[in-house]
């Protein structure tokens, strides 16, 4: 390891020197959709388990559902990112890895919430010296790329100076994140696969003004579904780094920093692929989701009384301790937790953290 790095949220630099290690050590991290406390307590109890560092995400139902329902949704998805970005910058330090802060996706009808978070980013930048977000992701996948690269470009230069950086996507990842997405029978199927030349033109219009990393389509679905007839081609990602490469002259073999979306229900061995071919961030959501409510879900089984009384009808014995909501939330939390275990093997980051 040649960086190590204060444990806690990572920014800018420290950001790209993560990703280094990472595609130095052959390794990725995962990134995890989050929806409240819970969930990214047990993300970064996971991580730390692990000794690995993470990623942390908030698509934009769960920024709002992280507000409360009680509030506007449009308001509601502003104030709960940064809320939860709050919430990691105080503890994460205390979890001893390095977390990097994300937003999921963001079509053009959500880029008005990515220029709020940034405002926001810009006065938390002010008073606290970082920004909130290490990045936030723009998927403009369903516009002509003319169109996706201009508004990616003109977020990136208004992020560059806060030591930020943005994720874009290059042709589509099948299938549903919480609204934004495709049909997976229905979507064109040339576009699951991305052109290595829309991944170049991207490099060339992005890199010189700052840092982004590339959700590029290769057959990736979102969500778990029975095999169909949508094949993985992870040899797309390694054909648009060499023609990054080529094209630049460029010593590395592998310029771009590549995110694998749709990581829930992945096989070990694409993961592995992805992971050589310089993907350094896999997103992963369905797959924690359940974990978390089989865990709450067994818990109420084996206790419905608890659930139904607040004494046992038979045995008048008091139900407290197992209705109390830390109990099942706890359950929740650590097959969460077993979830992620099996996601930091699969990624190869256990024990790589690089927080000292
Ligand atoms: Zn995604």
């Not at 470009?153 to 560059?160: F, G, N, Q, T």
């Not at 994140?177 to 991944?199: A, F, M, R, W």
């Amino acid at each position: 390891m040649t960086n190590q790095l204060p444990a806690g949220v990572v920014f800018g630099e420290e950001y790209r020197k993560l990703i280094s290690e990472c595609k130095a050590g052959g390794y990725a991290l995962p990134a995890v959709n989050v929806v409240g406390t819970d969930s990214i307590n047990a993300v970064m109890e996971a991580a730390a388990k692990n000794r690995s560092d993470v990623i942390i995400q908030l698509s934009n139902g769960g920024a709002s559902f992280y507000a409360g329902k009680g509030l506007d949704a449009a308001e509601a998805m502003i104030l709960g990112a940064v809320s939860a970005a709050q919430h990691v910058h105080l503890l994460a330090k205390h979890y001893g890895i390095c977390v990097v802060l994300h937003t999921d996706h963001a079509n053009r009808k959500l880029i008005p919430w990515i220029d709020a978070l940034i405002d926001r980013g810009e006065d938390h930048k002010k008073k606290f010296g970082v920004p909130l977000f290490s990045s936030h992701m723009v998927d403009l996948s369903e516009e002509p790329l003319d169109e996706n690269l201009s508004e990616s470009a003109r977020l990136l230069k208004r992020v560059v100076d806060l030591d930020m950086s943005i994720e874009i996507e290059l042709g589509i990842t099948g299938g549903e994140e919480d609204g934004v997405g495709s049909d997976v029978d229905t979507i064109d199927n040339s576009k699951l696969y991305t052109q290595p030349e829309d991944v170049l033109e991207a490099y060339d219009r992005l890199n010189p003004i700052g840092h982004f990393s590339v959700a590029a389509s290769f057959g990736n679905v979102h969500g778990v579904y029975k095999p169909g007839n949508v094949v993985l081609r992870p040899e797309i990602l390694e054909a648009s780094q060499k023609l990054v490469s080529a094209t630049h002259g460029l010593s590395s073999e592998k310029p771009l920093d590549l995110v694998f979306h749709g990581g829930s229900g992945s096989s070990a061995e694409n993961i592995k692929e992805a992971i050589d071919y310089g993907v350094f961030k896999m997103n992963i959501d369905t797959d924690t989701q359940f974990a978390f409510s089989k865990g709450v879900g067994e818990f109420v089984t084996e206790n419905s009384m608890a659930f139904l009384h607040q004494i046992h009808p038979e045995t008048d014995q008091p139900l407290k301790k197992f209705y109390d909501p830390r109990k099942w939330l706890r359950r929740g939390e650590e097959t969460m937790i077993e979830r992620l275990d099996q996601a930091f093997a699969e990624l190869g980051s256990v024990g790589k953290s690089v927080a000292k």
